[in-house]
């Protein structure tokens, strides 16, 4: 308890160290500026989870008492909104050159460029509408003449494309349509293929290449005809071709958010592998450790404090702390006292 309200107090001007210019970009920077979002549950005390999961909780009925028999769920994580916002490099690329392996790739051609200026950070404690409006936040400080351009990179997850929109509006910045993960796309095609060949065969591999060529020179609408098509040709029973037509489905819904064709030919990214990492880094390598329940106190400051060092600003945010804490326990302590008292 008393190590949780040390990294708590520790924790304390996170806020407030991010309402200044940290991590800002150049003012005079072109390049695209990269805002993307995903949610990541942790495993809570029941105290600290939200009303809604906490009361789903209370009406289970376990068969086992040490443990989730098969087909129970737990009703035991708080999802954490994971955001981050960073500047890259354009990079132009074809189609055939993503779908590349890494044995095929040209060594001539210059590696992809890095992410520059990049803060990630994490709240369990908020919610997400406002660590979506943090990140917009900080892309206005880096551009608040909306010069560059702004590229949302995201996962397709209904309910967090909505507060987007809904935050992109409240900023009174013009909205640009998310670019949907392309390896979200790639994993829809493997799920499909096992419908029309053998699971680990080469057809397999070579039917979801040919398919994702298709999609990122823009062709969603025909892959998609096409899947359904072959699953009527081959005469498959509903639940056998279900995940042909989900697959189908899936690539209808996000067509809008996969122009790849036109990103690719502005040099934009289109895979989440930043705010993937900084999943794994901030919550997974240290809050899912196996067997630990978090309370909210403890788990905020953590994902404070990690987020912190993992945006390359924990010595600045070290001064800025201790500054903070001299202020509020000796500066303005001693400025209520008389001067014969202070002495």
């Known amino acids: 308890m008393q190590t949780e309200k040390l990294v708590a107090a520790v924790a304390g001007d996170f806020e407030e160290f991010y309402k200044g210019n940290q991590g800002a970009a150049p003012e005079g920077s072109k390049d695209p500026l990269i805002l993307s979002f995903d949610g990541k549950g942790i495993v809570m005390r029941h105290d600290s989870l939200r009303e809604q999961t906490k009361k789903a909780a209370e009406r289970e009925d376990h068969k086992l008492k040490t443990r989730l028999s098969k087909g129970e769920k737990a009703n035991r994580k708080r999802m954490a909104t994971v955001a981050t916002v960073y500047d890259v490099e354009r990079h132009m690329r074809t189609a055939e050159e993503v779908m590349r392996s890494d044995k095929e790739q040209d060594d001539t051609k210059p590696k992809p460029p890095r992410a520059r200026n990049k803060r990630v950070w994490a709240s369990v404690e908020r919610e997400a509408e406002a660590v979506i409006s943090e990140a917009i936040e900080e892309a206005l400080r880096r551009d608040p003449r909306k010069k560059r351009p702004w590229v ?15 935050c992109l509006r409240k900023y009174g910045v013009a909205e640009d349509v998310p670019i949907l993960d392309f390896i979200h796309v790639l994993e829809y ?32 609408s025909n892959v998609a005809a096409g899947i359904r098509r072959s699953a009527t040709l081959q005469k498959l029973s509903k639940s056998a071709r279900k995940p042909a037509d989900t697959c189908a489905d899936y690539l209808l819904k996000y067509a809008p958010m996969m122009q790849y064709h036109k990103y690719l030919e502005q040099g934009f990214p ?8 900084a999943c794994r880094h901030l919550i997974k390598d240290r809050l899912d450790i196996t067997g630990a ?33 001299h202020q509020r326990n000796h500066a303005s302590r001693f400025t209520q006292l008389p001067l014969e008292a202070a002495a």
């Open 152 to 166: 949302i990179l995201v996962d397709g997850h209904e309910q967090q494309l909505r507060n987007i929109r809904g």
């Open 189 to 220: 095609l493997w799920d499909a293929v096992y419908c029309f060949h053998p699971e680990g065969s080469e057809e397999a591999e070579e039917w979801v290449c040919e398919r994702a060529l298709k999609i990122l020179n823009g062709s969603v």
């Open 270 to 277: 289109i895979a989440t592998g930043v705010i993937e990492g």
């Open 293 to 325: 329940r978090w309370s909210l106190t403890g788990a905020e400051a953590v994902l404070k404090l990690r987020s912190v060092r993992s945006s390359g600003d924990f010595d600045a945010y070290w001064r800025f702390h201790k500054e903070r804490e």
